[in-house]
């Protein structure tokens, strides 16, 4: 009976082990919460890809949007640019995956852009739901997830009204100071 638990014993503390190797990869996002500008401007975000197992496999990338309120994740477009190889990525829509390529070691930066459609709502939010998948890792497939938030600019009316009635505000100190 001993002679059959150690080895069984071995066999499941090795499977933990290998499971955690799978896992290991990590995904961090930078700078976090940005505005979302329309096209044909964009904003940049420095995604760092860490802990990669499975070097020799190639990984995919994508992105899934989530907005509040509720609206339509086709507001947003997004494109991934591979800086060690120059390769990028065209304009993608939510749920869209693009082959980054196989990994120079166990990290790796990418680069994504973001911009919102000229028919997008103004004042919106968006969740960005970013994951990478690699190869297989012991019978698991190698993946990071991470989140940004965004928001397109405000609408007009947002902006213009409390910027005039604060310089109204400085313009009427401002004579009163003169006059005193």
């Known amino acids: 009976m001993r002679r059959?638990?150690?080895?069984?014993?071995?066999?499941?503390?090795a499977a933990l082990m290998?499971?955690?190797?799978?896992?290991?990869?990590?995904?961090?996002v930078s700078p976090g919460n940005q505005t979302v500008p329309y096209v044909p401007d964009f904003a940049t975000y420095t995604l760092h890809i860490t802990g990669i197992v499975n070097t020799t496999a190639s990984?995919?990338?994508?992105?899934?949007?989530?907005?509040?309120p509720p609206g339509s994740?086709?507001?947003?477009e997004f494109r991934f640019e591979n800086p060690q190889t120059g390769a990028y990525s065209g304009w993608m829509m939510s749920g869209e995956k693009w082959n980054w390529g196989t990994p120079f070691g166990d990290a790796q930066i990418l680069k994504m852009y973001v911009?919102?459609?000229?028919?997008a709502p103004?004042?919106?939010?968006?969740?960005?739901?970013?994951e990478d998948r690699g190869g297989d890792i012991y019978g698991a497939t190698e993946f990071a997830v991470a989140t940004s938030v965004g928001e397109t600019i405000p609408e007009?009316?947002?902006?213009?009204i409390p910027l005039s009635i604060s310089l109204f505000l400085a313009l009427l100190f401002f004579r009163k100071k003169q006059k005193g």
């Open 4 to 13: 059959v638990a150690k080895p069984a014993l071995f066999l499941v503390f």
């Open 73 to 76: 994740s086709k507001d947003i």
């Open 59 to 68: 990984h995919n990338i994508s992105t899934t949007i989530y907005t509040n």
């Open 122 to 130: 103004r004042n919106h939010g968006y969740t960005l739901w970013i």
């Open 156 to 160: 007009f009316q947002a902006i213009a």
């Open 18 to 28: 290998l499971s955690e190797c799978a896992n290991a990869e990590s995904l961090v």
């Open 115 to 119: 911009r919102a459609k000229s028919s």
